[in-house]
C-alpha cells in the first residue's frame, strides 16, 4: 500500500482524530438502549479511528496514519491504568475467593418497561498524574486481567473492527476475545445485555487515552496550539 505524504498524512489525522472525538460524544452523551446491537454499533465508530491511527503491520506493507505523520509515534508516552485482577485469596473455611473485575461504569434508568445506560467519561484532569508509557506498551501490553484471561487493547480493538463488522465479517474472533465477552454478565431492567458493554467501557477509554495523546504530541500539527 503506497503510502501518504506527510501533508496528507496530517490532514487525514485531523479528519480521523475529528471522527474518533464525534465518536466518543456520541457514546458518552447519548442514552444507549440495553441493545447488543446499538452498544456495539456505538463501540465499533471508535474502534475503527484507532485502528486507523494504530494498527501497523509494516511485513504486510500496511502502514497506520500515525506511523506517516512520525514514525517514531510508538514511543510517545500515553497515560494507560491496566485493570488487574487482585490475586486469589483462600478463606478461613479453606475455599478459594476469586473476585472477577468488571471494567465497566455505568448509569442505568429504568422507567417501567424502558431502560437504557450511558457511560461514565475518562476525565482527563482526573487522570493526569496516572503513569505513562510508550505508546507500543499500552497497544500490546495487558489492559485487563480478570484472573483467567488477559486482553490487551490491540486484542480488543481488532477483533472489534475485524470480527465484528468494520473492516470484514468472520468467524475467527481470537480466544481472548471471546473469552472476554463470556466473562460476567450486565442486565438493564432485568434483561441481560450484550457483554460488549463491559468491553466497550475499555474502548472508551482506550479511545480517549488516544485523543488526548494524539492533542499532547501533535497539538502543533493540528493547529490546537
Same mark, same amino acid.
Request: proline content about 5%; glycine content about 6%.
Given at each position: ?43 465499533? &465508530?471508535?474502534?475503527? #479511528? ?19 505523520? &512520525? ?10 491504568? #491496566? ?27 429504568? &422507567?417501567? @418497561? ?52 468494520? @473492516?470484514?465479517?468472520? *468467524? ?34 482506550? *479511545? ?18
Amino acid at each position: 500500500m503506497k503510502h501518504l505524504d506527510r501533508k496528507d498524512a496530517i490532514e487525514k489525522l485531523i479528519v480521523i482524530r475529528h471522527r474518533l472525538d464525534a465518536a466518543l460524544d456520541r457514546f458518552y452523551k447519548n442514552e444507549l438502549p440495553g441493545d447488543p446491537v446499538a452498544l456495539e454499533a456505538a463501540v465499533l &465508530d471508535i474502534s475503527t #479511528p484507532i485502528r486507523v491511527m494504530v494498527h501497523h503491520v509494516p511485513e504486510k506493507k500496511s502502514a497506520c496514519l500515525l506511523y506517516q505523520v &512520525d514514525p517514531e509515534y510508538w514511543k510517545k508516552l500515553i497515560h494507560f491504568q #491496566p485493570l488487574i485482577n487482585p490475586p486469589s485469596k483462600t478463606l478461613p473455611s479453606g475455599l478459594t475467593s476469586v473476585s472477577r473485575s468488571i471494567p465497566v461504569n455505568v448509569h442505568f434508568k429504568i &422507567d417501567g @418497561a424502558a431502560s437504557s445506560m450511558s457511560f461514565t467519561r475518562y476525565d482527563r484532569q482526573a487522570h493526569s498524574e496516572e503513569p505513562r508509557t510508550a505508546l507500543k506498551n499500552w497497544w500490546i501490553d495487558t489492559v485487563w486481567d480478570s484472573g483467567s484471561n488477559k486482553v490487551s487493547n490491540k486484542d480488543i480493538v481488532l477483533a472489534m473492527v475485524n470480527k465484528e463488522g468494520g @473492516a470484514h465479517v468472520d *468467524g475467527d474472533a481470537s480466544a481472548k476475545y471471546r473469552a472476554a465477552k463470556a466473562q460476567g454478565h450486565l442486565s438493564v431492567g432485568g434483561k441481560q445485555i450484550s457483554d460488549i458493554a463491559r468491553l466497550g467501557s475499555l474502548i472508551g477509554i482506550a *479511545g480517549d487515552e488516544l485523543l488526548e495523546y494524539v492533542d499532547q504530541n501533535f497539538a502543533d500539527l493540528l493547529g490546537r496550539n
